[in-house]
């Protein structure tokens, strides 16, 4: 959080970018770094790339994201349910804060070959890709939370929150 990149607008990719070698390693790299970060989610600008690209996906027990690259998305909210839960950031460590998301989203963006793919995501996959969708266009999570009541450090969050809210 500061660098200016995270604040701006990424620009899309290229069609015939995307398959360059510098892209597919990044892609690459991305995983990495977010597998390392034990992070859900990662885009460009967070490794300041400008460029509209993102890549998440977890397993472990109690969340599961299929791993996805995700390039020149655009989003569209199915339905209006609309819920508030907790998130985090690569960008702004070790702090947590209830941001509000669509429950429902539907995806139509390229994948890591140029492919077109349309998803339809719910529930927190739906959240970590519009997470990951805001950081495109330079916002970051309290940018969207309703009250910075809930803004809690890492160490506080496991302390009072974690087991009452996600248990
Ligand atoms: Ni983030």
Redesign the pocket.
């Known amino acids: 959080m500061g660098h200016p990149v995270l604040r701006e607008r990424a620009r899309p990719l290229e069609p015939d970018e995307i398959g360059t070698p510098r892209i597919q390693r990044l892609i690459d790299d991305m995983f990495e770094t977010m597998h390392d970060s034990q992070?859900i989610?990662?885009?460009g600008p967070?490794v300041h790339e400008k460029i509209r690209l993102f890549v998440a996906g977890v397993e472990d027990e109690e969340v599961m994201v299929p791993p996805v690259v995700i390039i020149n998305p655009e989003i569209t909210p199915i339905g209006s349910d609309v819920e508030e839960d907790w998130?985090?950031?690569?960008?702004?460590p070790d702090i947590r804060g209830r941001v509000p998301r669509a429950v429902d989203v539907r995806i139509r963006a390229l994948d890591r070959h140029g492919r077109p793919v349309s998803m339809a995501a719910s529930g927190f996959q739906a959240r970590v890709i519009q997470?990951?969708i805001?950081?495109l266009d330079g916002v970051?999570?309290f940018d969207r939370m309703t009250s910075f009541e809930s803004l809690t450090f890492l160490e506080e969050y496991s302390r009072y929150w974690a087991t009452q809210e996600n248990g």
């Open positions: 992070g989610g990662l885009a967070q998130e985090g950031c690569l960008s702004v997470h990951e805001d950081h970051l999570f």
